[in-house]
T-cell receptor
């Protein structure tokens, strides 16, 4: 079945450091890929998405590129801020055009310190 | 755009009691989803509606759980005879059927309803 694997956290960085959170997936066909962010005590917010190979999703300084050859969708940010501290979830929908459910990774907690 | 709203945000109940959560999706969205999230885990799919029809249910949705979307707008999730293992955050989400736009097939989440069973 479909699955998403994320690097374990917590990831602790100093402010202005470079961030990478690894995400790999297993799915048949051409899934759509997503990053969601969850701040403490809140629901999930869509951060960015990509729907086909080599697409780059970007938002709020975060980027992720859909790499079909490595089945990866790593999240990156050039300079993190304390306000980026949250849990980040990588997720997929099997293929665009269906109402298929999201499959999530277990999440990676990011802690940014001054 | 008012987003997906859920009510109540927090619920503490005694074991054996029934609880009901309500979800109001984004107004033009005809697809509605329920997920459950426990501490330290990613959300897990429970069930999905297209309009008023419940099209898919997870094995996680035991007989004590029932979800409805009677008029294809808001939805309710009821848990009967709650158990301590039901303690979790219950997330509602919605999406549009239109897939030709950039927002198509993107699922938007509410802020969740926290359930604590004591």
């Amino acid at each position: 079945g479909d699955s998403v694997t994320q690097m374990e956290g917590p990831v602790t960085l100093s402010e202005e450091a470079f961030l990478t959170i690894n995400c790999t997936y297993t799915a048949t066909g051409y899934p759509s890929l997503f990053w969601y962010v969850q701040y403490p005590g809140e629901g999930l917010q869509l951060l960015l998405k990509a729907t086909k190979a080599d697409d780059k999703g970007s938002n709020k300084g975060f980027e992720a590129t859909y790499r079909k050859e490595t089945t990866s969708f790593h999240l990156e940010k050039g300079s993190v801020q304390v306000s980026d501290s949250a849990v980040y979830f990588c997720a997929l929908i099997p293929w665009i055009g269906t109402a298929s459910k999201l499959t999530f990774g277990t999440g990676t907690r990011l802690q940014v310190t001054l | 755009d008012t987003g997906v709203s859920q009510d109540p945000r927090h619920k503490i109940t005694k074991r054996g009691q029934n609880v009901t959560f309500r979800c109001d999706p984004i107004s033009e969205h005809n697809r509605l989803y329920w997920y459950r999230q426990t501490l330290g885990q990613g959300p897990e799919f429970l069930t999905y509606f297209q309009n008023e029809a419940q099209l898919e249910k997870s094995r996680l949705l035991s007989d004590r759980f029932s979800a409805e979307r009677p008029k294809g707008s808001f939805s309710t999730l009821e848990i009967q005879r709650t158990e301590q293992g039901d303690s979790a955050m219950y997330l509602c989400a919605s999406s549009s059927r239109i897939t030709t736009t950039l927002s198509g097939n993107t699922i938007y989440f509410g802020e969740g309803s926290w359930l604590t069973v004591v």
